[in-house]
């Protein structure tokens, strides 16, 4: 499935916080979206996943206005890993991840066997499978992240927008996270605040600055020292991953020295 941003622009309290954003995630693609703080990625994802309403633009699922949709019907094509994803109730990890079936549910519709054995699944493919019985309230934020990201996969989407995936994740998670989703066959748009790791688990790279998109292409297109300077404000040096050919930055801390923080 094709996700298409066509010149999107919302306002937030009378601040146009994305201007005119255009932007493609083709079928089993990750798309990483990067900028400093403030620059509108969280925005433009909850522009995709229904919390923010463009007032210019459209976002398409081949073709389709997403917004013209049923909730139910986009549900069932878009799942969301949000900053804000949290849960109130102290409901079981299992019981939180079987929460990802209800757009396929009516009203207190039971779980089928393979919807059980498709949640199962999720747990173990995240590593919270020994988890099931805890409830979430008394997890690590790291633990309850994955539950999150497993509820996300039971949605079975076509799309999956994440917005930072791997805050509170230890290293390893992180990157059994990213490796996950170069594998998931979906249409992946997800902000990431490391570079390093953006280069490696994602095949394109859009940069936002003030709202705007201001580079979008390759990796090795997108990360240069002179992008790095105008955009994020530090001094960098790019180089070739030594295995991998992905290039990694190196930051150059001295520049730093009397900046504000």
């Not at 409830?135 to 990201?149: H, N």
Request: charged share 20%; aromatic share 2%.
């Amino acid at each position: 499935m094709t996700l298409s941003l066509e010149e999107v622009s919302v306002f937030v309290a009378g601040r146009r916080l994305v201007r005119e954003l255009s932007l493609t995630v083709g079928p089993d693609e990750v798309v990483g979206l990067l900028g400093p703080n403030g620059s509108g990625k969280t925005t433009a994802l909850r522009s995709v996943y229904r919390a923010l309403r463009p007032v210019g633009g459209a976002v398409r699922l081949d073709g389709e206005d997403l917004n013209a949709m049923p909730a139910r019907a986009a549900a069932r094509r878009v799942a969301a890993l949000t900053q804000e994803g949290h849960a109130d109730l102290d409901f079981t990890v299992a019981e939180t991840v079987a929460l990802g079936r209800a757009p396929h549910l009516r009203g207190n519709q039971a779980l089928s066997s393979a919807e059980h054995e498709l949640c199962r699944r999720a747990m173990a493919r995240m590593d919270v499978a020994h988890l099931a019985g805890r409830g979430v309230l008394s997890l690590s934020g790291g633990e309850r992240q994955r539950v999150l990201v497993a509820r996300a996969l039971v949605q079975e989407p076509r799309v999956l927008i994440l917005d930072e995936p791997t805050n509170h994740l230890d290293l390893h998670h992180q990157l059994r996270l990213l490796a996950m989703l170069r594998g998931a066959g979906l249409s992946v748009l997800v902000s990431l605040h490391d570079l390093n790791l953006a280069a490696a688990a994602c095949d394109r790279l859009a940069v936002l600055a003030a709202g705007r998109l201001v580079a979008c292409g390759p990796p090795h297109e997108v990360l240069t020292p002179s992008l790095l300077r105008e955009v994020f404000g530090v001094e960098a040096s790019v180089v070739p991953h030594p295995l991998t050919g992905v290039p990694q930055v190196l930051y150059d801390l001295t520049a730093m020295k009397g900046t504000p923080a």
